[in-house]
């Protein structure tokens, strides 16, 4: 499956911005998707995961409450919402696919090419 996120881009503190990320083939709904971060000198970071019907979800401590992960199986499209963005949001952001449920970025499959986020303050 080959994915491809958008929608990043520069943003005030407090801001929000919406996250997506679109996958290639007819399986989409058998996929755990999930979105990762990654900031400058650190490692790839857990931001999101959510089931192939979208009915359960998890998140990372850091944006638990301000986040908010969604997908359309009809559009092949998984979701990340991000409110009251914090400057220590700023991040490259990669969306993720798994055969299972996961927060680990070693379970993952297939990874997009990554999406900029910059959160001013």
């Known amino acids: 499956v080959q994915l491809v996120e958008s929608g990043g881009g520069l943003v005030q503190a407090g801001g929000s911005l919406r996250l997506s990320c679109a996958a290639s083939?007819?399986?989409?709904?058998?996929?755990?998707m999930g979105w990762f971060r990654q900031a400058p000198g650190k490692e790839r970071e857990f931001v999101s995961t959510?089931?192939?019907?979208?009915?359960?979800?998890y998140y990372g401590d850091s944006v638990k409450g301000r986040f908010t992960i969604s997908r359309d199986n009809a559009k092949n499209t998984v979701y990340l919402q991000m409110n009251s963005l914090k400057p220590e949001d700023t991040a490259v952001y990669y969306c993720?696919?798994?055969?299972?449920?996961?927060?680990?970025?070693?379970?993952?499959?297939?990874w997009g090419q990554g999406t900029q986020v910059t959160v001013s303050s």
């Open positions: 993720a696919a798994s055969f299972g449920m996961a927060a680990r970025r070693t379970e993952y499959d297939y």
């Open positions: 083939g007819r399986t989409f709904s058998t996929y755990f």
């Open positions: 959510i089931s192939g019907s979208g009915t359960i979800a």
